[in-house]
């Protein structure tokens, strides 16, 4: 386990890419199961709680709550909007603007578990919005810093991409392979402490090898 920070309500840790949040699949380690057994080897209740997830091949930063009532209030600021999310992602495509804000609805197909840009009148439909901006660029490589402002499924990975701009390696939405895990990183997290209300930031800096060249590699 990496733990950045730890008290009686919450842990922040570090998820490596290909780690699953939470996973039914047996014998497959994910970061519950990791916090559970870390919290057990303390002689604490194992009740690691989810609060938000990252997708599989995704690294970065999360929090778990360890008390259900800790849960429930930081959902809630993900709800409100009072907790702050913010990610870095390489694409491989050099004449995307530089910045601006994405807005979309989305859908998901829960046959496949992709999703899909669909128009604003579908009635399963989610808007979807992030703000980024380009902070470094290399080869035929692009960096953008992203806040996230809405939570949606592969949301990220699916807005870009439907502007011909797919994140490295995510082949699922036409990314170039590049035999390591997706070049996206949840490297920012913020939220006010469940308990005490005080306001929280905690930053990482990327390990996956795509990120190696950027001026922000771990």
């Known amino acids: ?36 057994n870390y919290l057990a080897s303390k002689n604490e209740k194992p009740t690691a709680h989810v609060v938000h ?20 209030k930081l959902t809630k600021q993900i709800t409100d909007h009072i907790f702050s ?7 491989s495509r050099e004449s995307f603007p ?3 804000e994405l807005v979309d609805y989305l859908v998901k197909d829960n046959r496949t578990n992709l999703s899909k840009v669909v128009k604003e009148s ?25 806040d996230l402002f809405t939570g949606r499924h592969h949301q990220i990975r ?5 502007r011909t701009a797919p994140i490295v390696g995510d082949v699922k939405y036409g ?8 070049a996206l990183c949840s490297y920012h997290i913020g939220f006010n402490h469940p308990v005490t209300g005080e306001r929280m930031g905690f930053d990482i800096k990327p390990k996956g090898a795509d990120f190696a060249d950027s001026k922000v590699a771990g």
């Open 175 to 182: 990314g170039i392979s590049t035999g390591h895990n997706l």
């Open 122 to 146: 579908d009635p399963r439909a989610k808007k979807a919005i992030l703000r980024y901006r380009a902070v470094d660029h290399w080869d035929d490589k692009k960096l953008l810093d992203i």
């Open 53 to 72: 997830r990252l997708d599989q091949p995704v690294e970065g930063v999360m929090v778990f709550a360890k008390t259900s009532e800790a849960a429930n």
């Open 1 to 36: 386990m990496d733990i950045i920070f730890e008290d009686d309500s919450i842990i922040v840790c570090y998820k490596p890419a290909g780690v699953a949040t939470q996973t039914k699949s047996i014998g497959e380690k994910d970061m519950v199961s990791e916090i559970n």
């Open 158 to 162: 699916i807005q870009l991409a439907s």
């Open 98 to 100: 530089d910045e601006g």
């Open 85 to 91: 999310k913010k990610y870095y992602a390489i694409i």
